[in-house]
T-cell receptor, first 110, second 115 residues
Framework: GESVGLHLPTLSVQEGDNSIINCAYS??????FIWYKQESGKGPQFIID?????DKRQGQRVTVLLNKTVKHLSLQIAATQPGDSAVYFC?????????FGAGTTVTVRA | GAGVSQSPSNKVTEKGKDVELRCDPI?????LYWYRQSLGQGLEFLIY????????KSGLPSDRFSAERTGGSVSTLTIQRTQQEDSAVYLC?????????????FGPGTRLTVL
């Protein structure tokens, strides 16, 4: 079946650098996308969302880009900090369901 | 304000035993979800409750799994005759959205270990 997936399972980034986490989705009917952050031992925490009628949305230090032509979603984190170390999931929303990818583990090097 | 809470935080059980996992959603949220997260994996949808409507049970992996939601609030996920492959983190989420796209608020999860 159709699902959301991430390009890379791990990402190591130097503190202060920008991070880019990628996600490919396959369901063109998806109308809403969310990025979640999950720290060890905790549940996923909402970071930012974007609707399918948008191609970019900015939050505090984070930007989500949506390219519907190639079914690609990315999360950019500016000036990555040690507290950004976590697993990041993209999820696509069809109706009331969220379909999650496997996640990218981001490790911030001091 | 209070977020989604789950109990217990950890549960160790022996193969063949039944377990009950509890979820207290955010007050006023009409939608409640259960997910399963195996080690290093994404979240697998299990079941969805919306108000008084019949739940969407399409994600339950076997008939050993069941869930109920009493009074439109607290939910219990029951796993009967547990197997080792049931070991995972079980996450509950609630949402104020009534059937449309929207943010889901997650609890901390219950880590289930079946020996």
């Amino acid at each position: 079946g159709e699902s959301v997936g991430l390009h890379l399972p791990t990402l190591s980034v130097q503190e202060g650098d920008n991070s880019i986490i990628n996600c490919a989705y396959s369901n063109s009917a998806s109308d809403y996308f969310i990025w979640y952050k999950q720290e060890s031992g905790k549940g996923p925490q909402f970071i930012i969302d974007i609707r399918s009628n948008m191609d970019k949305r900015q939050g505090q230090r984070v930007t989500v880009l949506l390219n519907k032509t190639v079914k690609h979603l990315s999360l950019q984190i500016a000036a990555t900090q040690p507290g950004d170390s976590a697993v990041y999931f993209c999820a696509e929303n069809i109706g009331y369901k969220l379909s999650f990818g496997a996640g990218t583990t981001v490790t911030v090097r001091a | 304000g209070a977020g989604v809470s789950q109990s217990p935080s950890n549960k160790v059980t022996e193969k063949g035993k039944d377990v009950e996992l509890r979820c207290d959603p955010i007050s006023g949220h009409t939608a409640l979800y259960w997910y399963r997260q195996s080690l290093g994996q994404g979240l697998e949808f299990l079941i969805y409750f919306q108000g008084n409507s019949a739940p969407d049970k399409s994600g339950l992996p076997s008939d050993r799994f069941s869930a109920e939601r009493t009074g439109g609030s607290v939910s219990t996920l029951t796993i009967q005759r547990t197997q080792q492959e049931d070991s995972a983190v079980y996450l509950c989420a609630s949402s104020p959205s009534a059937g449309g796209p929207g943010e889901q608020f997650f609890g901390p999860g219950t880590r289930l270990t079946v020996l």
